[in-house]
Structure formats: structure tokens, C-alpha cells
């Protein structure tokens, strides 16, 4: 092998560690840039679940309250016959 022989080795050697040191920057520009969009992402999806779980927990409470609205409407409505109900027995009774 001639000496320019070996310095093209050389120079061919040194140009494709050059080529494989850029590509391998880029892949890794890329995994990082990709894992950064995915942090965001995932910090925006957690905090649209942390708004809904306060959502539904207000609507829960809604729900409960408007549960012990209609318990209390009924039972009022009841005595409320009964009593309509004694009032007629007592006004025919008479």
C-alpha cells in the first residue's frame, strides 16, 4: 500500500466517524425533542384530569344536594297528604 493510499484511509476513515458523530447527534436531538414533547404533553393531559376530577367531585356534591332536595320535597309532600287527608276525615266525620 502506497503512502497516499494510506492517507485516503485516513481521510475516508475520519470522514465517516465525522458523518456517524453528526448522526448520532441528530438522533439524539431528536429523542430529546420528542421526549420533551411528551413531558408536555403528559403535563397538559394531567392537568385536564386533575380540572375534570374537580369537575366531578362538584357535580357529585350538585348531585348529593339536589338528592337531599327531592328526599325532603317527598317527605314534606307526604305530611302534607296525610294531614289534607285527616282534615277531609274530620270534615266528613262531622
Known sequence: MANGDQKVWNMANL???AMAAIIAALVSIGFYSISTKIEIGDSAIYARLSEIKFDVKGLSETMAKLQSDV???DTLQKVRID????????????
Not at 282534615?87 to 262531622?94: H, L, S, V
Request: proline content about 0%; cysteine-free; aromatic content about 6%.
Open 15 to 17: 470522514v465517516i466517524t
Open 71 to 73: 328526599t325532603r320535597i
Open 83 to 94: 294531614k289534607e287527608y285527616r282534615e277531609e276525615g274530620r270534615k266528613n266525620a262531622k
